[in-house]
């Protein structure tokens, strides 16, 4: 192990540790109206190799630079080129920031070469950049453009309804997905409609997602990561913006504290958000017609203040509250409360190459479900987690080292179907180092990403080291072969099972002590169970295609193998004490072994240039589950998945828009029913007299049987394909210099198809996902 971690080290360092005797030029690039931080910009000198893409703060570092003259150039797409000339002498740091300008004109030549660019000095396996332009082009469900929405055309990623849907994005369930606000930990970022997040699209600057291959920079989860930054408030005049529709109704308000400072860049602002969603209410008169109800609301409040110096460092406060609550008359009710606080910093040392980063944070997430038998489920994590990053520049190569600190405190109880009672309790700690490097060959045709993470469980005394490995080839100007994999792990696990189709209860658990001690693979060896972590590990390899000046093509093909996953018993019969001792594990323990595999390939082709963009995903995909006895597919195993979203925008003044979304999905696996019997309840245990168990002598009929239903095999089934159209019209009043109207008309499930919620047994009734629902939206923005 320390051989590997010394070769390991070498391979990362290499490259900076002869430092030549050159020039670096850094700084932030800035939107001239707002005074914010503009990321994905590119700067470069002209006629070299030295190019860069800006960070999310908009911090871009180019160094390694020989002595001389040269032309720099910044571009951003829709802003106006800035061209700069500048000599640098020997060890020169010179400090520069720019402001670009919004263009009156379309995009140049130079704004598609610079993003042609960046395709070439990046791997990006498995990485989906998110802006709220791109956000706003899918077809608003309720009137407003949503993250939650958005994600879900992603490639890989599998929606499970409109109603309570969950996302699983290759194979991996939500609780092995890690979703950052900030650097902050959201353990719960979707609401239970499934339509909304918890985030105001509005306060997004960029999300970066990883649906899997991810490196060592992010750790603690096994699938994915969705990386989200909000933007600072208006750093220029006070702003907002306030919206109503038929779902719920919003409102943004933002401004300087002290005001953008073009000479120095020195400024302070905020940024305060809330939304609400008064469909439980409005649903009733508006939608009728959905038999079920829409029995759905949350309130989201989010606010934020940021500093800014003059050399660029930063500094951010921000906190949220987020509630929830779905209330099924006579069935079930449902709440989940999350609230948090947080940090994050930027220190941008003058006389230094160095950029300094890092995060500090706390939040509480509490979830509390009712059913109609009284069971109640409860569910809380709290808990901090802070990080320290440090990044060094060489040319067009990069290292970047860390450290991570997490600590929260998980406290679970559940009742199973045969009334066992399940509890845990936990104070959990985890540690984590990583170190990663970015290497460009000298010909520009091989980039490596090798990092390396070291995490340490320490409730669990359990070390994980997570190698990992990023690589493209640019064969072609027009053709590059990239790959990407490594070794992931965790400590939390959800507090539903994997089996369940419908469970709108999302709650959290550490790794459980009450765990088998014994696993029999599928080949029928019998392993002991050496750890409580669960583990996987990723191999992703795919190619990029330049169609044409317009069109991209991305295919990727991946495999996310889970070496060990727990999962809640719902087998449990008997409690593990030394009464029980001979019984088999399978049926006393709280949580199980299970091991699963997530295979598939993702097809995406995109375009988009002036007023029309296309989205086009096709996934093809099979997940399967082990227990230990039996092989499965786990409920969220879609086998086809398409998306189509189509924007274009029109009119004399470009203030006509039209989104479109279609989305066609295989049918899920589910559970035949078998039969019925009636349910024997054997309360006296047996001194129990089942010949009138059951019998009510106040009940007209003189029964008081339980309906018993037996189960097929699990999951042998296939529900009926879902499909859906989305359609939303635009049109935009400008009603002052720095104000507009915007009125949105909307309809969800154009043609009105009955996609299968979930089949009620009992009462043999079928429930459907949400009919055709036309929305109405009006905004306005000053």
Not at 123 to 136: C, G, L, M, R
Not at 569 to 574: A, D, T
Not at 612 to 636: C, E, Q, T
Request: glycine letters at 8%.
């Amino acid at each position: 192990m320390i051989k590997i971690l010394k070769y390991t080290l070498v391979i990362l360092l290499l490259p900076f540790m002869a430092m030549a005797q050159n020039a670096t030029i850094k700084g932030f690039v800035y939107d001239k109206k707002t005074g914010d931080g503009m990321p994905s910009a590119n700067v470069f000198l002209k006629g070299t190799k030295y190019s860069i893409s800006t960070d999310v703060n908009g911090y871009y570092q180019l160094s390694g630079i020989a002595p001389g003259s040269y032309t720099v150039q910044v571009t951003f797409l829709g802003y106006d080129t800035i061209r700069f000339t500048i000599t640098f002498k020997a060890n020169d740091i010179i400090n520069k920031k720019f402001l670009l300008v919004e263009s009156a004109t379309m995009l140049d030549e130079v704004d598609i070469s610079a993003k042609q660019q960046e395709k070439t000095t990046e791997v990006n396996v498995s990485y989906i950049p998110v802006t709220v332009e791109d956000i706003k082009k899918i077809p608003s469900v309720g009137g407003e453009p949503d993250f939650a929405q958005y994600v879900q055309v992603l490639p890989g990623v599998v929606f499970t309804g409109d109603q309570g849907g969950q996302l699983y994005i290759r194979g991996g369930t939500p609780i092995q997905n890690k979703v950052l606000l900030d650097g902050m930990v959201i353990y719960n970022p979707f609401h239970s409609i499934g339509l909304f997040s918890v985030f105001d699209a509005d306060i997004i600057r960029n999300a970066d997602v990883y649906t899997g291959g991810f490196g060592a920079e992010y750790g603690g989860r096994i699938s994915s990561i969705m990386d989200i930054t909000t933007r600072d408030g208006n750093k220029k005049r006070i702003g907002g913006k306030v919206s109503a529709s038929t779902f719920g109704a919003k409102t943004l308000l933002e401004g300087p504290i002290k005001k953008f400072n073009e000479e120095t860049g020195s400024s302070a602002s905020y940024l305060i958000s809330a939304k609400t969603s008064y469909l439980d209410r409005s649903a009733e008169y508006i939608y009728p017609y959905v038999l079920e109800g829409l029995p759905y609301s949350f309130v989201d409040l989010y606010g934020k203040t940021s500093f800014n110096s003059s050399n660029g460092s930063k500094l951010s406060l921000f906190g949220f509250n987020f509630n929830d609550n779905v209330n099924y008359k006579g069935t079930s009710s449902l709440d989940w409360k999350s609230y948090g606080m947080g940090s994050k910093f930027v220190l941008v040392p003058n006389n230094s190459t160095v950029l300094v980063d890092g995060t500090f944070s706390y939040s509480n997430y509490n979830i509390q479900l009712i059913e109609a038998d009284s069971s109640p489920r409860t569910s809380e994590i709290a808990g901090f987690n802070m990080g320290l990053n440090f990044t060094y520049f060489k040319g067009n190569n990069d290292l970047r080292y860390g450290i991570e600190i997490l600590g929260f405190r998980t406290d679970f109880e559940f009742y199973n179907f045969v009334k066992r009672k399940i509890v845990q309790q936990q104070n959990t700690t985890e540690l984590a180092g990583y170190l990663k490097s970015k290497l460009i060959s000298k010909n520009k045709k091989m980039i490596f990403e090798p990092s390396f993470r070291l995490h340490y469980y320490a409730s669990l005394r359990n070390f994980s080291p997570e190698p990992r490995l990023g690589w493209k080839y640019n064969a072609f100007k027009k053709l590059r072969f990239k790959f990407a994999g490594g070794f992931y792990s965790q400590n939390l696990l959800s507090a539903s099972s994997d089996r369940d189709v419908v469970n709108l209860f999302y709650g959290f658990l550490s790794g459980p002590e009450n765990l088998q001690k014994e696993f029999t693979d599928e080949r029928g060896n019998v392993k002991p169970v050496k750890s409580r972590l669960q583990k996987a590990w990723h191999a992703i390899a795919g190619f990029e295609y330049d169609l044409g000046k317009h069109w991209d093509l991305n295919v990727e093909t991946y495999v996310k193998r889970f070496t060990q996953l727990a999962n809640i018993n719902r087998n449990k019969l008997f409690d593990d004490d030394e009464d029980h001792a001979d019984v088999p594990d399978a049926i006393k323990k709280d949580f199980i072994i299970e091991t699963g595999t997530a295979r598939g390939i993702d097809f995406l082709l995109k375009y988009d240039y002036k007023h029309l963009y296309i989205w086009a995903v096709y996934s093809l995909s099979w997940v399967d589950r082990w227990d230990g006895i039996n092989k499965y597919m786990p409920h969220f195993d879609r086998r086809h998945n398409v998306n189509l979203v189509a924007a274009y925008t029109f009119g004399k003044n470009l203030d006509w828009e039209f989104d479109c979304r279609w989305n066609l999905g295989s049918g899920f696996p589910f559970t035949k029913t078998a039969g019925f019997y009636e349910n024997l309840v054997f309360t006296d245990g047996i001194n129990t007299d089942y010949t009138n168990t059951n019998f009510d002598p106040n009940n007209p009929s003189g029964s008081n049987s339980q309906l018993g239903i037996l189960y097929g095999e699990l999951n042998a089934g296939r529900l009926p394909y879902y499909h859906r159209l989305d359609l939303t019209v635009k049109k935009t009043f400008a009603t002052g210099e720095n104000s507009k109207l915007e009125l949105a008309l909307g309809v969800t499930n154009v043609y009105n198809r009955k996609n299968i919620f979930y089949f009620d047994r009992v009462r043999y009734t079928r429930v459907n996902q949400l009919p055709i629902m036309p929305s109405v939206n009006l905004t306005w923005n000053f």
